[in-house]
C-alpha cells in the first residue's frame, strides 16, 4: 500500500474494512473532538490490533488525536511502496514496529536499460532509522533497493538480536562481507532472502557462520545471485535447522546435494538445482539423484544439456508430478512433448511458470488437468530455440477450464475479442491480468480490443491490477473509456501502445477512482493530455511513462507540481558498436518521466541523468 501518511500494508485482510472505515469517517466528522472518555484505552488497543487493513487504520487515526496515538502504538506492520515518498523519520511514530518494507527504484528498472543504474533508490537513510528507533523490529525487506555493506553491518549490530527475517530482493550494492556480519550476528533467522540481487562475491563465510549458528531457520534463498557456496556448508545448515522448508540456491548441480536432501525431513520447496542429461559426453550413465518426496514446490529448476531436456528432466520430476502444487519450468528446455508429458500429471498444480515455448497445445493439456490452478506466467524465450507459442487458443482453453484463476500473465503472438471475453465468463476471482502481444509479422484480424477488454472488467470484479501491452490499433479511444468506467477496483495499470489519441485518456482518467499506480510505454499521448489526465485521478499518486510528444525539459508536466506531484525526467541511453569496431554509437532511449506524491519533498540524491523539475 502506499505510503500516505505513512500507511502500512495489511499482511492478513480480516474483512473488517468497509464496516470500519464507514464508523471511524461518522464518528471523524460528526463528532471530531471523540469523547475520551467513551472507551477505555485498553479496550481500543485490543480492537484496534485485529485491524490490519491499511485504509481503515487511516480512517482510526482521522478519528482523534487518541485515537492516531493508539493506532500508532499497535500499528505492526509499514510498507513504503516507494521510497522517496516519505521520510524516514516518519517511523518514530509506530512505537512497536515489528516489520517494514521497502521498495527503492521503479518497477522498470528490472527491464534493461528503462532506468538507469545509479537513480537511486538507497536504503541508508532508512537504515539508520531502524537502528536507531525502531527497537522491536523483526522482520525488514527491501525490494529494489541499493544496500551498503555499511547498511548490512549496522543492521547487524543494532537489530541482530531481534532480527528474525531478512529480505533483499532485486537489490544491489553489497557483498559477502555485509552477509557475513548479518549471519554472523543475526541467530534467530527465519528467513534469508537474497532472491535475484547483484552482490559481489568476496569469499567469506557468509553461509559458513549461518550453518553454525542458527538453528531456527525455515528460509533460505539465493537464487539468481551469483554466489558460490561450499555444499558442506549446507549439510551442516540443513542438519543443524530441522525446520528449514524451503531452499532455493543459485544453479547447484543437483548430484552435489545428495547428502543435503537426506537431511531434507521438512523441505518442502526447492529451486534453482541443476539437471544433467542422464547420459555424459562419455555415453555413461549419470548418478541419479532422488528428490525427497515432501516436496511440493520446484523453482527455477535449470536443465544444463545440449538437447531439449524432456527425457532426463521429466524423468527426475514425474515421481513427484501428482503432488506438486507449484511448478516454475522457465529454465527446463522442455519442447511441446515434454511440456505435456510432465504437466499432464500434475493434478494438483495451484502455480505454474512457463515460457511460451509450451504452446497453445500444452496449455491445453493444463487447462484438461490443473482444475486448481491460481496463477499462471508465460514469459517470452527464445524463439530459435522453441518451437511453441501462444494464442487465443490457449488462452480460451484456460479461461474455460481453470475457474479458480486469480493470476495469469502472458507473453503471446495472438489474440481476440473472444478470449478476452472467455476470460471473463470464466474466471470471476481474476485480481491480477497482464498481457503482452509481441510484436511480430502475424496479422490480427480482430482489432480493436474493445469489446474483450470491456467483457473481461465487467466479468472479473475483483481484478486490482491489469497490464496491457498491445500493438498500434489493439485498443481505440472507446476502450480506454471503458478501463475508466468499468475499472472500478483496479489500483495498479500498465498500459502499452493503447489509445488513439489525447481523448482516450482523457475518458480512461474519469474513472477508475481507486487508481494508484499508473505505468505507460510507447503510446500516442501529448505531455499537456498525461497532465491534464493525472490531474482528475484523485487517488492516484504514481506515474512512469516512457514513450510520448515530450516537450523541451518537461514544460507541459508543471502544472501538475502545484498538487504535491514531485516529476523527475529520466534521460537514457545505450551504448554499442557501429560498423567500425572501433567507432561507438549513442542511441537516446524514447522520452521518459517519473511523477509522484511525496511527503519529503525534492530528493537531493539525484544522479545527472535524472532531472528533477
Known amino acids: 500500500m502506499w505510503a500516505t501518511g505513512i500507511l502500512g500494508a495489511s499482511e492478513t485482510d480480516l474483512q473488517l474494512g ?4 464507514r464508523v471511524c469517517w461518522r464518528m471523524a466528522h460528526k463528532n471530531p473532538k471523540c469523547d475520551d472518555d467513551c472507551i477505555p484505552e485498553t479496550a481500543l488497543e485490543f480492537i484496534f490490533g485485529y485491524i490490519d487493513d491499511s485504509k481503515d487504520r487511516h480512517a482510526i487515526s482521522l478519528v482523534c488525536k487518541r485515537w492516531q496515538h493508539l493506532e500508532s502504538l499497535t500499528r505492526k506492520g509499514v510498507t513504503i511502496t516507494f521510497s522517496y515518498s516519505a521520510k524516514p523519520t516518519s517511523l518514530r511514530r509506530f512505537k512497536r514496529l515489528e516489520s517494514f518494507k521497502l521498495k527503492g527504484k521503479p518497477r522498470a528498472a528490472k527491464f534493461h536499460n528503462l532506468v538507469p543504474e545509479d537513480w537511486g533508490g538507497y536504503a541508508e537513510s532508512w537504515v539508520k532509522e531502524i537502528a536507531v528507533n525502531c527497537q522491536c523490529v523483526k522482520s525488514i525487506s527491501f525490494r529494489r533497493t541499493i544496500v551498503t555493506d555499511e547498511d548490512l553491518i549496522k543492521l547487524a549490530k543494532e537489530r541482530g538480536h531481534m532480527l528474525q527475517e531478512l529480505k533483499l530482493n532485486k537489490c544491489s550494492g553489497f557483498s559477502t562481507t555485509g552477509l557475513e556480519a548479518i549471519t554472523r550476528s543475526c541467530r534467530s533467522l527465519r528467513a534469508l532472502s537474497l532472491d535475484d540481487s547483484n552482490i559481489t562475491d568476496q569469499g567469506g563465510k557468509w553461509l559458513h557462520q549461518l550453518a553454525l549458528h542458527n538453528t531456527s531457520l525455515e528460509v533460505l534463498n539465493f537464487f539468481a545471485s551469483d554466489l558460490a557456496i561450499e555444499i558442506a556448508d549446507l549439510e551442516t545448515l540443513m542438519t543443524n535447522c530441522k525446520s528449514l522448508r524451503s531452499l532455493k540456491v543459485n544453479e547447484v548441480d543437483l548430484t552435489k546435494l545428495s547428502g543435503v536432501l537426506r537431511e531434507a525431513t521438512a523441505l518442502q520447496e526447492l529451486g534453482g538445482v541443476v539437471i544433467q542429461p542422464s547420459i555424459d559426453d562419455n555415453g555413461q550413465q549419470t548418478e541419479t539423484v532422488y528428490l525427497p518426496r515432501s516436496l511440493t514446490s520446484l523453482i527455477g529448476l535449470c536443465y544444463m544439456g545440449g538437447d531439449e531436456g524432456d527425457e532426463s528432466f521429466n524423468s527426475t520430476i ?17 519442447g ?6 510432465l504437466l499432464c500429471h500434475c493434478s494438483k498444480l495451484e502455480v505454474l511458470e512457463v515460457l511460451f515455448g509450451i504452446g497453445d497445445q500444452g496449455l491445453e493439456v493444463v487447462a484438461n488437468t490443473c482444475h486448481n490452478l491460481r496463477r499462471l506466467r508465460v514469459e517470452f524465450g527464445d524463439r530459435e530455440l522453441q518451437e511453441g507459442f501462444i494464442t487465443q487458443r490457449g488462452l480460451i482453453a484456460i479461461a474455460q477450464s481453470c475457474s479458480s484463476l486469480e493470476y495469469i500473465a502472458a507473453y503471446i503472438s495472438n489474440i481476440n475479442n473472444a478470449a478476452l471475453m472467455a476470460f471473463g465468463e470464466g474466471c470471476p476471482k481474476l485480481t491480477d491480468f497482464r498481457l503482452v502481444l509481441l510484436d511480430e509479422d502475424n496479422f490480427v484480424p480482430d482489432f480493436p480490443l474493445d469489446e474483450g477488454v470491456m467483457s473481461l472488467l465487467q466479468g472479473c470484479p475483483e481484478l486490482n491490477r491489469f497490464a496491457l501491452y498491445l500493438r498500434p490499433g489493439s485498443l481505440s479511444d472507446i476502450g480506454m473509456g471503458y478501463i475508466g468506467k468499468f475499472g472500478h477496483k483496479l489500483k495498479w495499470l500498465l498500459l502499452g501502445r493503447v489509445g488513439d489519441s489525447d481523448m482516450g485518456l482523457s475518458m480512461f482518467a474519469d474513472g477508475c477512482p481507486s487508481l494508484e499506480k499508473l505505468e505507460m510505454r510507447d503510446c500516442v499521448f501529448s505531455e499537456a493530455g498525461i497532465a491534464m489526465s493525472m490531474l482528475k485521478m484523485k487517488s492516484l499518486k504514481y506515474v512512469w511513462v516512457q514513450g510520448y510528444k515530450a516537450t523541451e525539459m518537461g514544460r507541459d508536466l508543471l502544472s501538475m507540481k502545484r498538487f504535491s506531484w514531485n516529476i523527475e525526467l529520466i534521460h537514457c541511453t545505450v551504448n554499442g558498436l557501429g560498423e567500425d569496431p572501433g567507432l561507438e554509437i549513442i542511441e537516446k532511449e524514447p522520452a521518459q518521466f517519473l511523477a ?9 540524491d539525484n544522479p545527472e541523468t535524472v532531472i528533477c523539475l
Open 596 to 604: 509522484y506524491r511525496s511527503v519529503a519533498g525534492l530528493r537531493t
Open 318 to 334: 514425474l515421481p513427484l508430478a501428482p503432488g506438486l502444487k507449484k511448478l516454475d519450468l522457465q529454465r527446463a528446455f522442455l
Open 18 to 21: 468497509c464496516s470500519t472505515h
Open 336 to 341: 511441446i512433448e515434454g511440456h505435456c508429458e
